[in-house]
């Protein structure tokens, strides 16, 4: 496989060397482009890149994505054209805003896309100290997935309500039906709690039984092979095969989406169910656009850039205002100590009410320049401040 490149159209070395979002790059492999087998297995080469450096690494059902800042992550993972995108700079950025905002989801603001961006933001802490620049716009992306989300929404919430909604349309209702859902983790909690919410009798299975905090029991899979042909849908959604079923008749199966990444339902007895299945990756292709949710959603994916951008481009300028103030501070010091001791017969409060004096007449003089420092996208504030105050 040929080494990773830049796509065509935005390579590295055609952004403009002012540009503060130079250095930013992500590697995107989702359901649109990437199979879901394909992916698994990209999840696993992309794991050791996380050792070498603090990276946020993405992995979900439809996507498994690594972003960082500085030289790309160097592999073979493009072949032709297919596979695995490297974005670059602010194409980078703002894919990072817009996977947070749900406007990559196959369920356009679905919920899930952001606790699992949560997760990932803890891991990258966890592996060391990530670039300054790459944590603040991860905890960028992550106020504008908060803030798209306080308003009206396209009535599904995410892969749980699409999987339920295929269902429906070749069951019907599904009140009093049986709903086996195979797997215990967030998305089979939350695709059983949505079938229940509408009025399905569900029956939820793992590979290791036990009773939930709310006291539901849970069968083992092999007990949910055996209960498949006696049900109305299925719903898997496990980490690695779903081996026993592979002892049940095809024609004997209820309608079954499956929901993990890989698939969990044996290979052969996907094509065998023809309309009567539906795996993850086609689940991503049935996407439905919800039009005022993503024109709001692109308008705060906007100002979150534009004021990222300022930030990023002002981070030299905020060290010469650190430097400012530090300076400031001894100077004050050293001027209100030298003056307390031409003045010993003052008594404490006086002494500090001296301090305080000189403390607050200091941050009136600093507040315009520094307020300038920080918001000093072109260099020119920080130019003044290094020839004006000697830094």
Known sequence: MPAISAPAGRRPDLLAPSDPALGFW??????????AERRAELALAFEPLRS?????RLVTCHRVEIHGRGAPAEGAWLEDGAGPRLLVGRDAMRHLLRVAAGLESAVVGED????QLRVAARSMHGSGDPDPALDRLVQVALGVGRRVRRGPRWRERGLADRSLGWLEGRLGRLPGLRILVVGAGAMGVAVARSAARRGARVTLATRVPRTLTDGTALIDLAAAADLAPRVDGIVVALAGP??????ARPDELPPIVDLSSPGAVPGPMR????????GIDALYERRLPDAVFEQRAAAEISAAERAFLTWLAARPSAASALRLVERTARRRERRVERTLRRLPDLDERSRELVRQLAAQVAADLLHEPLARLRTDADGSARAAALELFDL
């Open 242 to 247: 779903w081996e026993a079923l592979g002892r």
């Open 112 to 115: 899930q896309i952001l606790s």
């Open 271 to 278: 094509a065998a169910f023809g309309p009567g299945f539906i």
């Open 26 to 35: 992500a590697l995107v492999a989702d359901a649109g482009r990437v199979d």
């Open 52 to 56: 070498t450096e603090p990276l946020l």
